[in-house]
């Protein structure tokens, strides 16, 4: 019995483990979605300056 209830709780900390590393790269790939939408940002900004600096008018 005891052997199972030992079982049982190491099977708990590794779900527990496997949910913290899901939340860590969750938050990891959150941070990287966002620096990824400020650089697309950025760089259609940086187009549209050009764009309008090469415009005739």
Known sequence: MLDLLH????NVSVVIESLCDVTVNLARLNDLSQSVATAGI?????????AIGNCPW
């Open 7 to 10: 079982c049982n709780f190491s």
């Open 42 to 50: 950025a760089s259609i900004s940086r187009a549209n300056r050009l």
